[in-house]
């Protein structure tokens, strides 16, 4: 078994070469009902911002605050948000490297009433999660500039990169993506991809195999630093830690570490259920 030793005011034995929590600097808000017509930022990590409707500037953004019709959110490098739908209905959670707008957000809370989500990816990746609609009236649906995907309870992947192409990979359930008149229905661990201006091609299981390289493994103040390249729609555990690839499959993240032996799982896997895992055992002991 393989042993590496990494040297620093600790030191660690590393030997061998997912509940969900947030690398880096992350701030959390309780999850609760949501009463008005809104998205509710959650969850937020690293650099991201916000600009409101009818403005140019770009804020920090506020766990717990608003975002309503018009508004448009964005992700930095090494850094993710998890956004609330109405009525706890699912989240959407933007990638690194992301900015997305909202174009419509309604809920009719009557008998029959139902709610509508209407978002837009400018770039990046964007993965949902959405249980199913017990109203006809409702709809969710993710639009970029080539396609609309829409759903009514599925978890699924949507990216728009600098291509022009738009790619839809769907965890469970169904998804309908529709572009030039042309519409097809994506089924559980299928994908389609979309270049602007053409319809969509008919869905296929992605065969290709995960990549997963991991390219650094050191100690940092007690910590375990960890960086590498992945497929860029892939997320990445250790442990209880979880971080996400950028846009071109970067990643890095840390763990913090307990005095002694430490079991690590590093695993990347995709919506679609292909993945990878590297297990280590570090030491960790004070000088």
Same mark, same amino acid.
């Given at each position: 078994?393989? !042993?590496?030793?990494?040297?620093?005011?600790?030191? =660690?034995?590393?030997?061998?070469?997912?509940?969900?929590?947030y690398a880096? /600097?992350?701030? +959390?808000?309780?999850?609760?009902? $949501?009463?008005?017509?809104? @998205?509710?930022? #959650?969850?937020s990590?690293?650099?991201?911002?916000?600009? =409101? *409707?009818?403005?140019?500037?770009?804020?920090?953004?506020? @766990?717990?605050?608003?975002?309503?019709?018009?508004?448009t959110?964005?992700t930095?490098?090494?850094?993710t948000?998890?956004?609330? =739908?109405?009525?706890?209905v699912?989240?959407v959670?933007l990638?690194p490297?992301?900015?997305?707008?909202?174009?419509?957000? !309604?809920?009719?809370r009557?008998?029959?009433?139902?709610? +509508?989500a209407?978002?837009? @990816?400018?770039?990046?990746?964007?993965?949902?999660?959405? #249980?199913?609609?017990?109203?006809?009236?409702?709809? =969710? %649906? $993710?639009?970029?500039?080539?396609?609309?995907?829409a759903?009514?309870?599925?978890?699924?992947?949507?990216s728009?990169?600098?291509? &022009?192409?738009?790619?839809?990979?769907?965890?469970?359930?169904?998804?309908?993506?529709? *572009? %030039?008149?042309?519409?097809?229905?994506?089924?559980?661990?299928?994908?389609t991809?979309?270049?602007?201006?053409n319809?969509p091609? &008919?869905?296929?299981?992605?065969t290709?195999t995960?990549?997963?390289?991991?390219?650094?493994?050191?100690?940092?103040?007690g910590?375990?630093?960890?960086?590498?390249k992945?497929?860029?729609?892939?997320e @990445?555990s250790? &442990?209880?830690?979880? $971080?996400?690839?950028?846009?071109?499959?970067?990643?890095s993240?840390?763990?913090?570490? !307990?005095?002694?032996? &430490? %079991?690590?799982?590093?695993?990347?896997?995709t919506?679609?259920?292909?993945?990878?895992?590297?297990?280590l #055992?570090?030491?960790?002991? /004070?000088?």
């Open positions: 078994m393989k !042993k590496i030793f990494l040297k620093t005011a600790l030191c =660690l034995l590393i030997v061998g070469i997912p509940k969900v929590s880096g /600097t992350s701030k +959390i808000a309780s999850i609760g009902s $949501i009463e008005r017509d809104a @998205i509710i930022v #959650r969850i990590t690293g650099d991201v911002e916000k600009k =409101l *409707a009818k403005t140019n500037q770009w804020l920090p953004v506020a @766990i717990g605050s608003d975002l309503s019709d018009d508004d959110i964005r930095g490098k090494n850094s948000i998890l956004l609330e =739908l109405p009525e706890n699912g989240y959670r990638m490297e992301t900015e997305l707008k909202v174009n419509k957000i !309604k809920v009719d009557s008998f029959e009433g139902g709610q +509508i209407e978002l837009s @990816i400018v770039k990046g990746k964007v993965i949902t999660k959405v #249980r199913k609609f017990n109203r006809k009236s409702s709809k =969710l %649906q $993710i639009h970029t500039k080539g396609a609309t995907a759903v009514r309870g599925t978890s699924f992947l949507t728009f990169n600098d291509n &022009n192409e738009t790619k839809v990979l769907v965890g469970d359930g169904k998804v309908s993506v529709k *572009a %030039q008149g042309k519409e097809v229905i994506v089924q559980q661990r299928e994908s991809n979309v270049l602007m201006g319809m091609v &008919n869905p296929y299981v992605v290709k995960l990549e997963f390289n991991l390219a650094s493994i050191k100690a940092d103040n910590d375990l630093k960890v960086s590498g992945t497929d860029p729609d892939a @990445i250790l &442990n209880t830690t979880s $971080i996400f690839a950028n846009n071109d499959g970067s990643f993240g840390n763990m913090t570490l !307990k005095e002694g032996s &430490n %079991q690590v799982a590093i695993k990347a896997s919506i679609d259920g292909r993945a990878k895992v590297s297990n #055992r570090v030491i960790k002991f /004070t000088d």
